[in-house]
């Protein structure tokens, strides 16, 4: 038994777990457990991935295919999108769909359906999947795509681990022309003038916002838009252009150890929105950037989940219909500043329309997106309660990958499921939100 946590550092447990890389070791490890779940890179914030026993994937870490002229690759569920972007960035590929870290899994990716600043043009990752292969609770190991065994590939893709170990995925890739990204930032003066930003460049195939949360009256909602397309081989220089798929080598900075909470009070947080508003002094600009402080600007800062102090943070994400987009920000952002709590980070998205034939888990739905760090405490739960009302009023939800306290019924009002999936794969989260039976 060993304490283990996710990346919110909250809750923490004791629990053992097992990593094996021989299928019929795990089968039989999963055989003889009553309960177990599958844990890639503990990137969830909270305990999505935590039971008494867990299966990590990490040994799981071989690439079994990759073809590079149709852009089809096939590897285990425990190997981590930095790798995978290793190997295929050089031969003109990318992820067709990324989040804000490149640490985790594919199977996590795939377990989280995940999305990214494309789920409005392209969809979630679920979408690029052509096949799984589930180690079920009997043992068996079945091939699953949309034609074989479809059921259980339908409810495999965002179905939070609970179907089974994903053993290895099989992924359809996004053909680019180089690793650049071409970079337009936007600032807006308010969550009105933001909403009409996403508007008018919704046809760029990137787009998220950061937000200043601590910002009030006609300035709630203060952002930059940043919108992004890959860049062509014409548009790079020519010290570039030489190197069109250039793999950059970030020098991690890291938190050596936990800080002291009040490292990161509101007046710091004030200071660094200042500064991050007003770096930018044009109220628009372009630019041409790697893809790596594109989408992975936080990798660079290795255990910044440390910042937040030794109780940890807890992060919260939740989807609101397009319809109550407006009053819904408002009144959440309205609600968040008279919380006295903080959030260092805020980002908003926009999704597209939900995808079809996925877990009913799946988070992504039409509308606005935002997520926010809170420092756990008391008040932060509270805010959060508050804030799940708000979300059930817009008929929207919360994501399950970054939550680590939502109640039963707000999980029963807002997602509209009923999965039963076998017990044995039972989450932490999965008991508290009576999605699984305690075994
Ligand atoms: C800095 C940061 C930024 C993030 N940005 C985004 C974002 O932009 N978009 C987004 O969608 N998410 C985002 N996330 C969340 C993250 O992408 C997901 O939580 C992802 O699932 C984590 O993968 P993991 O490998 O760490 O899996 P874990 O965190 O260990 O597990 C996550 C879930 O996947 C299941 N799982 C993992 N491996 C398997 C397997 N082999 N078989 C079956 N089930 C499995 C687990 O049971 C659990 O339910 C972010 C997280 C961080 C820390």
Known sequence: MAKISNWGM????????????????????VKRSDVIIARGNGRCYGDSSLQTTIFSTLKLHKFLSFDAESGVIHCEAGVLLSDILEVIVPKGFFL??????????????????????????????????????LLTENGEILKCTSSENNKLFSETNGGMGLTGIILSVTLRLKKIESAYIRQKTIKAKNIDELLAYFEKYKQYTYSVAWIDCMMKGNSA????????????????????????????????????FILPSFVLSRIAMKAFNFLFYNKQLKFEADNLIHYEPYFYPLDAIRNWNRIYGKNGIIQYQFVIPFEKGKEGLDSILSTIQKSGCASFLAVLKTFGPAEQNVSPLSFPAEGYTLAMDFKVSKRAFDLCEKLDEIVIACGGRVYLTKDARMKKDTFLKSYNTNPAPSAKFSSLQSQRLGITQPA
């Open 96 to 133: 067709p769909v990324t989040p804000g870290t490149k640490l985790i899994t594919i199977g996590g990716a795939v377990a989280s359906n995940i999305h990214g600043k494309n789920h409005h043009t392209e969809g979630a990752i679920s979408k690029y999947v052509e096949a799984i292969v």
């Open 10 to 29: 909250f809750p923490e447990i004791e629990a053992e777990q097992i990593a094996h890389d021989r299928y019929a070791e795990i089968a039989a490890l």
């Open 221 to 256: 909602g203060r952002s930059i838009l940043m919108l992004g397309e890959h860049a062509l081989r014409s548009e790079l220089n020519q010290k570039k252009a030489a190197e069109p798929y250039r793999i950059k080598k970030t020098n991690q900075l890291n938190i050596p």
